[in-house]
């Protein structure tokens, strides 16, 4: 059996606020910086996170920390 594929959702910048716990300051200043996911173009004035992304930015993190203890 087959493992079902995780569903993409796209994520605004409040979700990804609330995921990362980051300010919005700091996740442009990181993206412009390559350390955070670019967000798509959903909209002519929209943008938005693919959710895979964020989840694989938090994972990586994470791992950053394990690697250090």
Excluded: C
Excluded at 3 to 24: A, M
Excluded at 29 to 38: D, T, V
Excluded at 42 to 49: C, D, L, N, Q, Y
Excluded at 54 to 69: C, F, G, Q
């Amino acid at each position: 059996m087959t493992n079902p594929t995780p569903k993409i959702t796209l994520l605004r910048l409040d979700d990804v606020k609330n995921q990362t716990g980051l300010g919005r300051s700091i996740i442009y200043k990181m993206i412009g910086e390559g350390q955070f996911p670019s967000p798509v173009k959903i909209t002519s004035k929209s943008v938005a996170w693919p959710s895979n992304e964020v989840d694989e930015w938090i994972t990586s993190k994470i791992n950053d920390r394990n690697l250090l203890h």
